[in-house]
């Protein structure tokens, strides 16, 4: 079956140091996002790309990057982790343009000490 | 801007109807999406308005009125597995160049008491 999966599932890293969180998706989908959660602020997308070579920034873009080498895949990189990224994140894809919901990763915890 | 607003919590009990309330203020609308969100886990999705009026699924059901900005989910003969963060999302054309963006609200979490 057809899957979307981010790993690790736990993470817990120093300040300063570069993270970068995985994402796999074997749906073929052309969009894929990155979202982080925190209490309070539901879900916010951090970055999207609707298709190789393809990134954009979200809302909160601020000390993270992606890129889109092939189909499947779009890692997540803190260049230089802070506190204020200890989250849980998500990736999401989904098919082609408007009708299509997202599918969601299982979630990143990343703890930032 | 964007501005969506649920209510943080609600409980109910099992086998009562609950309703669940979305509002929006958005740049533009192409389509509500509702999600469902257990506790450590991934979103699930709901459904999906985009025209208004009343679309039902099985127990869940979920109403859209775009002049309004509003949605809402309504939830029937609660079960226990219904205790959940509920989230509502809506798709602005107008946010960036086209295609799947989506705004989320902070989610509601419901409680099924006994």
């Known amino acids: 079956d057809a899957e979307i999966t981010q790993s690790p599932r736990h993470k817990i890293t120093e300040t300063g140091r570069q993270v970068t969180l995985a994402c796999h998706q074997t749906?073929?989908?052309?969009?894929m996002f990155w979202y982080r959660q925190d209490l309070g602020h539901g879900l916010r997308l951090i970055h999207y790309?609707?298709?190789?070579?393809?990134?954009n920034k979200g809302e909160v873009s601020d000390g993270y990057s992606v890129s889109r080498s092939n189909t499947e895949d779009l890692p997540l990189t803190l260049e230089s982790a802070a506190s204020s990224q200890t989250s849980v994140y998500f990736c999401a894809s989904s098919e082609g343009r408007a009708l299509y919901e997202q599918y969601f990763g299982p979630g990143t915890r990343l703890t930032v000490t | 801007g964007q501005n969506i607003d649920q209510p943080t919590e609600m409980t109910a009990t099992e086998g009562a109807i609950v309703q669940i309330n979305c509002t929006y203020q958005?740049?533009?609308?192409?389509?509500l999406f509702w999600y469902q969100q257990h506790a450590g886990e991934a979103p699930t999705f709901l459904s999906y308005?985009?025209?208004?009026g009343l679309e039902e699924k099985g127990r869940f059901s979920s109403f859209l009125s775009r002049s309004k900005g509003y949605s809402y989910l309504l939830l029937k003969e609660l079960q226990m597995k219904d205790s959940a963060s509920y989230l509502c999302a809506v798709r602005d054309p107008l946010q960036a160049h086209a295609g799947n963006m989506l705004t989320f609200g902070g989610g509601t979490r419901l409680m099924v008491k006994p």
């Open positions: 790309s609707y298709g190789v070579q393809d990134t």
């Open positions: 749906w073929n989908h052309n969009n």
């Open positions: 308005n985009v025209l208004d």
């Open positions: 958005t740049s533009g609308f192409n389509g």
